[in-house]
């Protein structure tokens, strides 16, 4: 089975700080995706990647980049932490390019920003 | 734009039959649909394609109607383990590599 790894699964940090969110899948996937999840809302995509050092604009970009350098690894920042980004973070990626392929989600990352 | 899902919650008894919609005001190219667990990362459960296809496993099945711009999921002789959270994900015609997930069914079932 694909495993998707998040590196943690609760994080607290403060208004102003950079954060890195860090996600690692196992099985050579080409896709990778971050969400956020909020309640009322369902996941909202931020920012996604369909090969190394490629990525693309989600719905919600705004206060976020992203980095692929390694195929396997997808990480997230946040390069000024504020308190509207208090939410779950779902990693995820699938096999290919394009929508014909079903998504393998992490377990999360609820980060609080104080 | 984020699909449309109804009902936002329903409360089933175990052997009850329900059906979650999704709908989209875009030309749909495919449909993906996911159960989260509470805690837990959401789990895919099937993908349909433009033609109207419907795709099925075990109780749980969905059909696309591409015409209408909808799917629907159809879980039959509930169990238990249905319970979660039940999301659609949509991608639109020439809407590039990303889904588009709507705001989620909660889906309870009781003995």
């Known amino acids: 089975d694909v495993k998707v790894t998040q590196s943690s699964r609760y994080l607290v940090k403060r208004t102003g700080e950079k954060v890195f969110l860090e996600c690692v899948q196992d099985?050579?996937?080409?896709?990778m995706f971050w969400y956020r999840q909020d309640p009322g809302l369902g996941l909202r995509l931020i920012y996604f990647?369909?090969?190394?050092?490629?990525?693309e604009k989600g719905d919600i970009p705004e206060g976020y980049s992203v980095s692929r350098e390694k195929k396997e690894r997808f990480s997230l920042i946040l390069e000024s932490a504020s308190t509207n980004q208090t939410s779950m973070y779902l990693c995820a990626s699938s096999l290919r390019q394009g929508v014909t392929w079903g998504y393998t989600f992490g377990s999360g990352t609820r980060l609080t920003v104080v | 734009q984020q699909p449309v899902q109804s009902p936002q919650a329903v409360i089933l008894r175990e052997g009850e039959d329900a059906v979650i919609n999704c709908s989209s005001s875009k030309a749909l190219y495919s449909v993906h649909w996911y159960r989260q667990k509470h805690g837990e990362a959401p789990v895919f459960l099937m993908i349909?394609?433009?033609?109207?296809e419907q795709k099925g496993h075990d109780k749980i099945s969905a059909s696309f109607n591409e015409k209408k711009q909808q799917s629907s999921l159809y879980l039959t002789a509930s169990q238990l383990s249905y319970s979660g959270t039940y999301f659609c994900g949509t991608a639109t015609t020439g809407g590039g590599n990303k889904l588009t997930f709507g705001t989620g069914t909660q889906l309870k079932v009781e003995l």
């Open positions: 990647s369909y090969d190394v050092k490629m990525k």
């Open positions: 349909l394609l433009k033609g109207g």
């Open positions: 099985m050579d996937h080409e896709n």
